[in-house]
């Protein structure tokens, strides 16, 4: 075994790659994307390293291309979740005995593979099956993920170093980070594939065994990921895939006395009914289980009125629209000054007629379509709503068209009153709000994005005077876990800004960073005595 001295490799974020016309990347992804789109995939559940078809199962269609089937995936029920949890039980004792620095080799592995010959594969796979871009399948599927697993085990292995600073003369004090005494349930959301990977895998690192259930409009991608990881050497039952509908799967998981933690990242509502039930629950289980959830989000620029107006034009753009706003950290609202308003309104207006919405598979999309139709119908029912309501004037419009695929253009909306629904709560769509305040009333307005929205995930401000800026800093302390300067509210990198927020987006746990991963260990400190006492008195007791 090697000395205490090895640890994982100093990691660096990975380069994402461009695509450029006649680029390799761009061939390989293209061939990839035909290949796939022209294969039916039958997806079983992967359990304790076997496969297990149930029969009922369900298409995967692309959002983009309704008579696109991409495949058919097979639905966990009560009997396969009890099943994962076996499994994973099984699989704890040899998976938390391994060094953690051999655990760590199996996702420096993966990650190895992704950067190499699965990057076309899982970016392929969260284009058709999420309908995200070239670009944005390579920043999320590839990048990110790669990050993750070449970080976390970076940050393991800080982890595993901390240890008491004092052992006096005659003891040795040191500790052991166990993982949690239980499985781990990770429920991951369809936006993005490598926080798919990350939430059941990062505990999993820490010597945990898991029981994954991913969002039932991303297991096209989520399929990819359990096969990387078996090339990859993680072992059967550590983590176990168990795809279907939310309250079966996640009742089942919840009611099982060896469920020790959630790593959650969905709905606020979704977190709050999974948190309700583990605390009535809360008497079966063998130890308090551990929450970490992201949730929502409500993401802000504010625009201070010294603000360069390309700068901030070019990050509302890319910050509300990339995704089709399907980020928790997208630009949801926009506080701009009276002032500037004229300019960033006609340059928006030029910019959003020319961005095309369309099959990702043509590269020229800067959007593709939202992930289904319930989402289809939620978000353009916000649009109908600003199109009907004296409290909104419609700036602009982006076409909606679900004939064949489910797309909503760029829309801009302007509200006259800073508390309307759409400056509140969450759309996850194409849809950004903007409220414009007189240049005069800068801490009125400060106060209004400070309290409008019960989230705290993202925000940006935009000021090129430095006291002012340390003046929207300090204000809007509270008002995001990830705050940006002269930048869009999206696009955190592991490693540089750790990612979550506080309020109603979450428990602040920080993915992408040590703090995420402590959550996942449970410490025992010892302390051993070389030449212990042998008798019970001590010196005060003794006679004069």
Not at 169 to 187: C, K, Q, S, T
Not at 358 to 366: C, H, I, L, Y
Request: glycine fraction near 8%; hydrophobic fraction near 40%; aromatic fraction near 10%.
């Amino acid at each position: 075994m090697p000395d205490g001295t090895w640890t994982a490799p100093q990691p660096k974020n990975e380069p994402v790659l461009n695509y450029e016309p006649g680029s390799i990347e761009r061939g390989a992804l293209k061939t990839t994307l035909k290949e796939l789109s022209g294969h039916q995939l039958e997806i079983p559940l992967y359990i304790g390293g076997r496969e297990i078809r149930t029969g009922r199962t369900v298409e995967i269609r692309a959002p983009h291309n309704h008579q696109l089937v991409l495949g058919r995936y097979h639905q966990a029920g009560e009997n396969e979740v009890l099943l994962a949890v076996e499994a994973a039980k099984a699989a704890r004792h040899e998976w938390e005995a391994l060094d953690w620095r051999d655990r760590a080799a199996v996702f420096l592995r993966a990650a190895q593979l992704l950067a190499g010959p699965w990057r076309a594969t899982l970016n392929a796979a969260t284009m058709l099956g999420q309908s995200k871009t070239a670009h944005q399948a390579e920043i999320d599927s590839a990048c990110e993920l790669i990050d993750f697993w070449r970080f976390n085990p970076w940050f393991a292995g800080e982890i595993y170093a901390q240890q008491p600073p004092l052992s006096p003369a005659g003891r040795w004090n040191h500790l052991e980070h166990r993982p949690l005494d239980g499985f781990v349930f990770a429920v991951t959301p369809f936006n993005f594939t490598s926080i798919a990977a990350n939430l059941p895998t990062s505990p999993a690192l820490m010597g945990n065994t898991v029981v994954w259930k991913p969002a039932s409009n991303a297991v096209y991608s989520a399929w990819q990921l359990v096969q990387l990881l078996e090339e990859a050497g993680l072992p059967p039952g550590v983590v176990n895939f168990v795809p279907g509908p939310g309250h079966r799967v996640g009742e089942s998981a919840l009611a099982s006395s060896d469920f020790a933690g959630l790593h959650f990242t969905g709905a606020t509502a979704t977190l709050q009914s999974m948190w309700r039930t583990i605390g009535d629950n809360l008497e079966r289980y063998h130890a308090f289980p551990r929450i970490v959830g992201e949730t929502g989000g409500k993401g802000f620029v504010f625009a201070h009125p010294s603000a360069d107006p390309d700068a901030l034009v070019t990050a509302l753009v890319r910050g509300a629209y990339e995704y089709q706003g399907q980020k928790c950290s997208a630009a949801s609202r926009a506080y701009l000054p009276e002032s500037l308003w004229p300019v960033v309104r006609e340059r928006l207006r030029e910019l959003l007629a020319g961005v095309q919405v369309g099959d990702v598979a043509d590269f020229r999309s800067f959007m593709g379509a939202v992930i289904d139709e319930e989402a289809f119908r939620k978000i353009t029912g916000y649009i109908d709503e600003a199109k009907g309501s004296p409290d909104y004037e419609l700036i602009f419009e982006g076409k909606r068209d679900s004939s064949e695929g489910w797309f909503v253009g760029p829309t801009l909306v302007r509200a006259t009153h800073p508390k309307s629904r759409l400056m509140q709560e969450e759309i996850f769509g194409p849809v950004l709000t903007v409220f414009v305040y007189p240049d005069d009333s800068l801490d009125d307005a400060l106060s209004l994005c400070n309290s409008t929205s019960p989230y705290a995930l993202t925000g940006a401000v935009f000021a090129r005077d430095r006291r002012s800026i340390a003046h929207l800093r300090q204000v809007l302390r509270g008002a995001a876990g990830n705050f940006y300067i002269n930048d869009k509210p999206t696009g955190a990198l592991v490693g540089q800004q750790p990612f979550g927020g506080s309020r109603l987006s979450g428990t602040n746990d920080k993915s992408g960073s040590l703090t995420n991963l402590m959550r996942w260990v449970s410490i025992r400190s010892v302390a051993e005595t070389f030449v212990p006492p042998t008798t019970y008195g001590y010196s005060f007791m003794m006679d004069e």
